[in-house]
T-cell receptor, first 113, second 117 residues
Framework: DAKTTQPNSMESNEEEPVHLPCNHS???????IHWYRQLPSQGPEYVIH???SNVNNRMASLAIAEDRKSSTLILHRATLRDAAVYYC??????????????FGKGTKLSVIP | DAGVIQSPRHEVTEMGQEVTLRCKPI?????LFWYRQTMMRGLELLIY????????DSGMPEDRFSAKMPNASFSTLKIQPSEPRDSAVYFC???????????????FGNGTRLTVT
């Protein structure tokens, strides 16, 4: 299975941009890069996903390296509500028409007021 | 849209008892997933369904675990008999199908926290 590597934890000051890195050097051509976050006592929440091009939505931006071996989730202006564990995941094809979504340990983001 | 609905939110039971967790996916989503989360192992995929049919159950830990999806709006995860090591938070998620499953986000419920004493 294609795997991802993320820092265990990061800190950011409130109202500043945050760049959360993810390495996925064994990504294959059909793997989508997904980001989810998990707030305390809640289920994971979808943030954004992409294949090759950079993506923007109301929550965040996703910057994907040209070789697709790494990506960065960008929160443009961190708020206290953004404190969560952020998971970078590859939606990997596992044969017979099935796609796995395997979660790693994620990055715990702390936002400092 | 109410999102993915799981019940109960909390379940405490004694070892050896049967436990049934329930999930209502988002209407119109073709895929349903059951995950388990513990501090030691993180989020693990247990099983997932496509159009009510189990596709991959390789993550189900052992025969004590079973999952069903009798219709498009309901799924259960059953543990019989339960053991203390089954204590975890169990999440249900559903997904639409957008030009391929890899291109489709997962929508999670808020989970059921199971404690087996």
């Amino acid at each position: 299975d294609a795997k991802t590597t993320q820092p265990n934890s990061m800190e950011s000051n409130e109202e500043e941009p945050v760049h959360l890195p993810c390495n996925h050097s064994t990504i294959s051509g059909t793997d989508y890069i997904h980001w989810y976050r998990q707030l305390p006592s809640q289920g994971p929440e979808y943030v954004i996903h992409g294949l090759t091009s950079n993506v923007n939505n109301r929550m965040a931006s996703l910057a994907i390296a040209e070789d697709r071996k790494s990506s960065t989730l960008i929160l443009h202006r961190a708020t206290l509500r953004d404190a969560a564990v952020y998971y970078c995941i590859l939606r990997a094809y596992s044969g017979a028409g099935s796609y796995q979504l395997t979660f790693g340990k994620g990055t715990k983001l702390s936002v400092i007021p | 849209d109410a999102g993915v609905i799981q019940s109960p939110r909390h379940e405490v039971t004694e070892m050896g008892q049967e436990v049934t967790l329930r999930c209502k996916p988002i209407s119109g989503h073709d895929y349903l997933f059951w995950y388990r989360q513990t501090m030691m192992r993180g989020l693990e995929l247990l099983i997932y369904f496509n159009n009510n049919v189990p596709i991959d159950d390789s993550g189900m830990p052992e025969d004590r675990f079973s999952a069903k999806m009798p219709n498009a709006s309901f799924s259960t995860l059953k543990i019989q008999p339960s053991e203390p090591r089954d204590s975890a938070v169990y999440f249900c998620a559903s997904s639409p199908y957008w030009t391929g499953l890899g291109n489709s986000p997962l929508h999670f419920g808020n989970g059921t926290r199971l404690t087996v004493t």
